[in-house]
């Protein structure tokens, strides 16, 4: 794995985990991207608005500006508990969601 830091324009930085084979991990959940050119920030901090089968847009549930680690795991709480509805992808047991964080670290 290898990580990218990006700076946002407010200052905040934040790092994005990245497989060995170059593709990003959801921030929030930890789900590899089927994209390898996708990110949900670039490199100058300003979000995609796509959203991840967890359900997170980025753009939109952190609010559109930092500090997005803080709406991340405000957000990853909930998915945790099963307390965001999973419209996109399927839902994962909690020993998934555990098991899929792992690609954070």
């Given at each position: 794995m290898s990580k990218e830091k990006i700076k946002a324009w407010d200052g905040e930085e934040f790092v994005l985990v990245i497989s060995e084979d170059g593709y990003c991990f959801?921030?929030?959940?930890?789900?590899?991207?089927?994209?390898?050119?996708?990110r949900p920030y670039d490199e100058d901090g300003n979000p995609s608005?796509?959203?991840?089968?967890?359900?997170?847009?980025?753009g939109f549930d952190d609010g559109g500006c930092p500090p997005y680690t803080k709406s991340w795991e405000s957000y990853r709480k909930k998915w945790l508990n099963g307390e965001v509805e999973i419209i996109f992808g399927r839902r994962l047991s909690l020993a998934e969601k555990i098991e899929q964080l792992k690609n954070l670290g």
């Open positions: 959801c921030p929030v959940c930890g789900e590899k991207s089927k994209d390898k050119d996708w608005y796509d959203i991840c089968s967890c359900g997170f847009e980025f």
